[in-house]
């Protein structure tokens, strides 16, 4: 795993369940998409950087 890429489980906006694998994405879910359940070790797609 790349120490620079976001993965949805270690995204604070990411409200999942590791065991399950499955998870709401909150950034997609506040723009109204409708796939926003994201897999656990889905690469962030929204821009979000944890280092701000």
């Known amino acids: 795993m790349n120490k620079n ?3 949805c489980k270690n995204c604070p906006m990411w409200y999942g369940d590791i065991d399950e694998k499955l998870g709401p994405c909150s950034i997609k879910h506040m723009r109204g ?3 926003y359940i ?3 070790r889905h690469q ?3 821009g979000f ?3 701000v």
């Open 49 to 51: 950087n944890s280092e």
């Open 5 to 7: 890429i976001l993965y």
């Open 33 to 35: 998409k409708v796939n």
């Open 38 to 40: 994201t897999y656990s």
């Open 44 to 46: 962030c797609d929204e």
